[in-house]
């Protein structure tokens, strides 16, 4: 069945440093990626998406890059902040599937200082 | 502003209860889905609207129900049948099914 998972459940990084979060998916008919971000009590957010048609897409201190080929999608955050702290979640869409967007388990960013 | 407004930010349920989530948006968004989120894990689809009148199952639809009479708002009920009802509810929309989702900032359900 359907499935998009991410690599690390939890991910710890040095303020100031890079940070990439990794996603699997298993639906070659996808076509339609997205990357959330939740805080603490609070719904997610979203931060940026891709469609299939495109390998990489560039945003304010995020970039997401993604592979077909090998079903893997990324999310890259430049020079992170504390503010950055949160769960990641990626998720997926098919045009065949309107309506259902498979979510992975997220992974936990925690910034040190 | 514009939004997604879920109510209330927390919610107990009797045993044998229904009790009722309400989910309201002004962002003109056709489109209206619930989800629910246990602990540590993904968001998983309860009901989705694509328009008013008009709803489907997700994935884990059984012991909830829902309406869409205005394109404003999209309850959902959480029955009785549903035997473990605990967990967060957040609710979203989105212009077009295949769009991205704004998200409310959720119900948190708990048992007593």
């Known amino acids: 069945g359907e499935s998009v998972g991410l690599h690390l459940p939890t991910l710890s990084v040095q303020e100031g440093d890079n940070s990439i979060i990794n996603c699997a998916y298993s639906n070659s008919a996808s076509d339609y990626f997205i990357w959330y971000k939740q805080e603490s009590g609070k719904g997610p957010q979203f931060i940026i998406d891709i469609r299939s048609n495109m390998d990489k897409r560039q945003g304010q201190r995020v970039t997401v890059l993604l592979n077909k080929t090998v079903k893997h999608l990324s999310l890259q955050i430049a020079a992170t902040q504390p503010g950055d702290s949160a769960v990641y979640f990626c998720a997926e869409r098919s045009d065949t599937n309107a309506g259902k967007s498979t979510f992975g388990d997220g992974t936990t960013l925690t910034v040190k200082p | 502003d514009g939004g997604i407004t879920q109510s209330p930010k927390y919610l107990f349920r009797k045993e044998g209860q229904n009790v009722t989530l309400s989910c309201e948006q002004n962002l003109n968004h056709d489109a209206m889905y619930w989800y629910r989120q246990d602990p540590g894990q993904g968001l998983r689809l309860i009901y989705y609207?694509?328009?008013?009148?008009?709803?489907q199952k997700g994935d884990i639809a059984e012991g909830y129900s829902v309406s869409r009479e205005k394109k404003e708002s999209f309850p959902l009920t959480v029955t009785s049948a549903q035997k473990n009802p605990t967990a967060f509810y957040l609710c979203?929309?989105?212009?077009?099914?295949?769009?991205?989702?704004?998200f409310g900032s959720g119900t948190q359900l708990s048992v007593l």
């Open positions: 609207s694509q328009i008013v009148n008009d709803f």
């Open positions: 979203a929309s989105s212009t077009t099914t295949n769009e991205k989702l704004f």
